[in-house]
């Protein structure tokens, strides 16, 4: 199977429609404080060409968001690696919600990576996914070959902190399908505004939400990560340094161009200090795009077949 088109693929498409393979492995890593983290493990479905693609998620997703994104890199050639973090998805929730913070799970994906002696790999980073990234090219630059960015960089707009925390662990517990799915709808409607399908919302409902009994839905993380979310120890004090670490490392980023996340005084500023780094705009879309969109694999794509490793 040959690398996808980025013309081949959107975000609205119910997974498997776009022809990509879903085939993976679940499995678990024990972390060295007690949580197991679940990860779907893909390999590729066409000759090697690199290093493996580690994909991490935003605060309160899992790795059902790269369903579609992993069999289209994979496809690629390169094998991907998707975990959930602690208290997210099939994880483990954490006993010590304290621990909830991004250097704890930059810990956890360096010690997976570890696990499975993998010694570098191409990091792709959705929101917090990506305060990871730059953590990780902090503590152990040579393990990451390569970097994605996905709308996130070391300044976070107040205005969308303000909105995630009017809705980090407070979601209305849905009756069924069609109610989860218009809470979705309400509240990521604005980052998605040409997205009206209900097929489509429903798809991210899935993603946020599970079903532990027929008549009973819930969220699909530990609302206990809300605490930190609150006292601000979600966000580290001061990226830059931490984006510094990527300097020499090959940097793509992406932002919807209706982020309310990533400011473009925020890129401009990441472009003057890194001078080649990547940069792809997504159009009509908010935080964050799923890196399926048109545009986004186009970009995703193009860096990756660009790398050496």
């Given at each position: 199977?040959?690398?996808?088109?980025?013309?081949?693929?959107?975000?609205?498409?119910?997974?498997?429609?776009?022809?990509?393979?879903?085939?993976?492995?679940?499995?678990?890593?024990?972390?060295?404080?007690?949580?197991?983290?679940?990860?779907?493990?893909?390999?590729?479905?066409?000759?090697?060409?690199?290093?493996?693609?580690?994909?991490?998620?935003?605060?309160?997703?899992?790795?059902?968001?790269?369903?579609?994104?992993?069999?289209?890199?994979?496809?690629?050639?390169?094998?991907?690696?998707?975990?959930?973090?602690?208290?997210?998805?099939?994880?483990?929730?954490?006993?010590?919600?304290?621990?909830?913070?991004?250097?704890?799970?930059?810990?956890?994906?360096?010690?997976?990576?570890?696990?499975?002696?993998?010694?570098?790999?191409?990091?792709?980073?959705?929101?917090?996914?990506?305060?990871?990234?730059?953590?990780?090219?902090?503590?152990?630059?040579?393990?990451?070959?390569?970097?994605?960015?996905?709308?996130?960089?070391?300044?976070?707009?107040?205005?969308?902190?303000?909105?995630?925390?009017?809705?980090?662990?407070?979601?209305?517990?849905?009756?069924?399908?069609?109610?989860?799915?218009?809470?979705?709808?309400?509240?990521?409607?604005?980052?998605?505004?040409?997205?009206?399908?209900?097929?489509?919302?429903?798809?991210?409902?899935?993603?946020?939400?599970?079903?532990?009994?027929?008549?009973?839905?819930?969220?699909?993380?530990?609302?206990?990560?809300?605490?930190?979310?609150?006292?601000?120890?979600?966000?580290?004090?001061?990226?830059?340094?931490?984006?510094?670490?990527?300097?020499?490392?090959?940097?793509?980023?992406?932002?919807?161009?209706?982020?309310?996340?990533?400011?473009?005084?925020?890129?401009?500023?990441m472009r003057r200090r890194k001078p080649d780094l990547v940069f792809a705009g997504i159009?009509?879309?908010?935080?964050?795009?799923?890196?399926?969109?048109?545009?986004?694999?186009?970009?995703?794509?193009?860096?990756?077949?660009?790398?050496?490793t």
């Amino acid at each position: 199977m040959t690398c996808p088109d980025a013309h081949k693929t959107h975000p609205g498409l119910p997974f498997g429609e776009n022809g990509m393979p879903d085939q993976f492995a679940s499995r678990f890593f024990q972390t060295s404080d007690g949580p197991r983290i679940e990860f779907r493990d893909y390999p590729a479905t066409a000759r090697e060409t690199g290093v493996p693609v580690l994909c991490l998620h935003g605060l309160t997703r899992n790795n059902r968001d790269f369903e579609e994104l992993a069999p289209m890199i994979a496809s690629c050639g390169r094998r991907v690696l998707a975990p959930s973090q602690r208290g997210r998805g099939a994880s483990d929730a954490d006993p010590a919600p304290e621990r909830y913070h991004p250097g704890t799970y930059a810990g956890d994906v360096l010690a997976l990576l570890t696990s499975l002696d993998i010694s570098r790999a191409v990091f792709i980073g959705t929101s917090m996914g990506g305060l990871m990234t730059m953590i990780c090219a902090a503590l152990a630059p040579a393990r990451v070959a390569a970097a994605v960015l996905n709308d996130v960089g070391p300044e976070v707009d107040p205005k969308g902190l303000a909105r995630i925390r009017g809705y980090v662990g407070r979601a209305e517990a849905p009756t069924d399908w069609a109610h989860a799915t218009a809470i979705c709808r309400e509240i990521n409607g604005s980052a998605f505004p040409g997205e009206t399908s209900d097929a489509f919302w429903l798809k991210v409902a899935r993603r946020i939400f599970w079903q532990p009994a027929p008549d009973r839905l819930v969220l699909n993380y530990d609302p206990a990560i809300s605490q930190v979310v609150n006292t601000g120890a979600a966000v580290p004090p001061d990226l830059w340094p931490l984006f510094d670490a990527l300097t020499p490392i090959p940097t793509l980023l992406v932002r919807g161009e209706l982020s309310d996340i990533l400011m473009l005084s925020t890129v401009e500023e990441m472009r003057r200090r890194k001078p080649d780094l990547v940069f792809a705009g997504i159009p009509n879309i908010g935080h964050a795009p799923f890196l399926t969109e048109p545009a986004a694999w186009a970009a995703v794509r193009s860096f990756l077949h660009g790398l050496t490793t």
